[in-house]
């Protein structure tokens, strides 16, 4: 069984992930 907080806790991790390579993106254009 796993956790719900550990759940959670993966769920909040992966959400925000295409917002972070889109702005890794947009700092490698500016370069």
């Known amino acids: 069984m796993v956790p ?3 759940v959670m ?3 909040v991790s ?3 992930l295409p ?3 889109r ?3 947009d700092l490698g ?3």
Do not use: F, I, N
């Open 23 to 25: 702005l890794w993106d």
């Open 14 to 16: 992966v959400l925000p």
């Open 4 to 6: 719900a907080a550990l």
């Open 29 to 31: 254009e500016s370069r």
């Open 9 to 11: 806790l993966g769920m």
């Open 19 to 21: 917002l972070v390579v």
